[in-house]
């Protein structure tokens, strides 16, 4: 948990024409986090949606056995709205605890593109293997929340897209491709869902010689799963799992409801 990790619950871009939101719709959801079966981390989710406009607020912590190695909790949020096809955000802000050490990550947006980004403590000198940011390559992204709310006129059109993330360091693309469907059902929800693999293809801010990224680009199996937030028009995750080097994590909603 050392900063927001994209690869968990970052989906989205794309999205063909879509009624407007439901004026003032607000929903929360409850997730835990488990590796290899074990819980060691937990998150809530409560977010707006008004016209073409959406607020999403997190509050994450450790938990389970993993809350005795690392105390690690924080908030995050990002705002933004819908428009040609995709979601452009506005601000995204993530600020945690781990021990006794204080960090945040915080990103602003105009029009399509990056503006500034603020990481503290700052990132440590880079080496030969650093792959810079490109000229073009903070246009059109999505922050990792940003991209976990996919707007789409039906649930057939969830997946089959490319996501273009930024994560205050990485930039990334994540490709959507259609599994399957099923029902689910957990607290406040009960439905229809859509299941998309990702593939994960990092692009820059990113050292060539990390193994882990390496793993996630060629080996990992990461699969996600979207439910309709109401009538909104809007789908976000409600299971995920990630397989890396060295077991499988899972994220689960424990509840998944409107709250208005």
């Known amino acids: 948990m050392r900063r927001p990790a994209p690869i968990l619950l970052c989906l989205c871009l794309a999205v063909l024409p879509s009624p407007l939101l439901a004026a003032g719709k607000s929903f929360s959801g409850d997730y835990s986090l488990s590796f290899l079966g074990i819980p060691v981390a937990k998150a809530t989710f409560d977010s707006t949606y008004e016209g073409n406009s959406y ?18 909790r924080g908030t995050i949020s990002s705002r933004g709205s819908f428009g040609e096809g995709r979601t452009r955000p506005r601000a995204f802000r993530a600020d945690y ?3 006794k050490v204080s960090s945040l990550v915080a990103v602003g947006f105009s029009g399509d593109r990056v503006t500034s980004t603020e990481v503290v403590p700052p990132p440590k000198k880079r080496g030969k293997t650093w792959i810079p940011l490109g000229a073009n390559d903070l246009r059109g992204v999505a ?22 993330i930024y994560d205050g360091e990485l930039r990334a693309d994540l490709k959507l491709t259609e599994v399957s469907r099923k029902k689910m059902a957990v607290k406040g929800f009960e439905g229809d869902t859509v299941t998309c693999r990702m593939g994960f293809q990092p692009v820059s801010g990113y050292r060539t ?52």
């Open 55 to 72: 607020i999403v607020n997190g509050r994450v912590s450790s938990a389970g056995l993993a809350a005795f190695f690392d105390d690690t």
């Open 97 to 99: 605890v781990s021990g």
């Open 143 to 164: 922050d990792p929340i940003a991209a976990t709310v996919i707007r789409a006129p039906s649930l057939d059109k969830v997946c089959g897209r490319t996501v273009r």
């Open 209 to 260: 010689d990390k193994k882990a990224l390496t793993f996630l680009r060629d080996r990992s199996r990461i699969m996600v799963t979207f439910a309709p937030l109401g009538e909104t028009g809007v789908y976000a995750p409600i299971y995920a799992t990630v397989s890396t080097e060295i077991g499988k994590i899972t994220v689960k909603a424990r509840r998944f409801e409107a709250t208005n």
